[in-house]
């Protein structure tokens, strides 16, 4: 079946401007992630949803940082203001949101901040 | 606070060889441990997995123990192929599944 989907894949913007990266989880997954991957460096944890709700947003760098899941599916991360530091690979991912369910990433989205 | 340290690479090795990427971790109380794969062009995907002390995962010819005394969880695999070739991460939770620590990964490439 389809796994989850990022887009777009790659997204360059320049500093200052506003961007929106979307996140299709796996149908009937209830617990999506985002999470931020640096080069050279392994992801590091953004934000979790249960259903609608953000039940920890600990990651979120600082408040130019957003994220919503409206209607328990689809997620979208914002990001106001961009600056050349959040150029990084920004990672979706979903599970079931059980006790030790896995959790399935996306390819990602690349953001270059110019 | 939680962190993983695993081998930098990158690792190159030809086919049929032993393979071993080591990890060590930093946690409070017990974690879980894992190690991610990232194919070429692919997303991350669990390879294998340990939830306690002396637990083993796993998966595909790949095997790690939950060493507890020494706070490791190296990767293993005793013959790679080509298509072994990958980034792995180590990672571990700290009770809360969501929430992983990785490591910066090791790029392993496996020549003919």
């Known amino acids: 079946g389809a796994g989850v989907s990022q887009t777009p894949s790659n997204k360059v913007t320049e500093k200052g401007k506003y961007v929106e990266l979307r996140c299709d989880p796996i149908s009937g997954h209830t617990a999506l992630y985002w999470y931020r991957q640096s080069l050279g460096q392994g992801p590091e944890f953004l934000i979790y949803?249960?259903?609608?709700?953000?039940?920890?947003d600990s990651g979120l760098p600082n408040d130019r940082f957003f994220a919503v899941r409206p209607e328990g599916s689809v997620s979208t991360l914002k990001i106001q203001r961009t600056e050349r530091g959040d150029s990084a690979v920004y990672l979706c991912?979903?599970?079931?949101?059980?006790?030790?369910?896995?959790?399935?990433f996306g390819n990602g989205t690349r953001l270059t901040v110019t | 606070g939680n962190s993983v340290t695993q081998m930098e690479g990158p690792v190159t090795l030809s086919e049929e060889a032993f393979l071993t990427i080591n990890c060590t971790y930093t946690?409070?109380?017990?974690?879980?441990l894992f190690w991610y794969v990232q194919y070429p062009g692919e997303g991350l995907q669990l390879l294998l997995k340990a939830t306690k002390a002396d637990d083993k995962g796993s998966n595909k010819g790949f095997e790690a123990t939950y060493r507890k005394e020494t706070t490791s969880f190296h990767l293993e695999k005793g013959s790679v192929q080509v298509s072994d070739s990958a980034v792995y991460f180590c990672?571990?939770?700290?009770?809360?599944?969501?929430?992983?620590?990785f490591g910066k990964g090791t790029l392993l490439t496996v020549n003919p």
């Open positions: 946690a409070t109380g017990y974690p879980s």
């Open positions: 949803f249960q259903g609608t709700g953000a039940a920890d």
């Open positions: 991912a979903s599970s079931l949101g059980t006790d030790n369910s896995p959790l399935h």
């Open positions: 990672a571990l939770n700290g009770g809360s599944n969501y929430k992983l620590t």
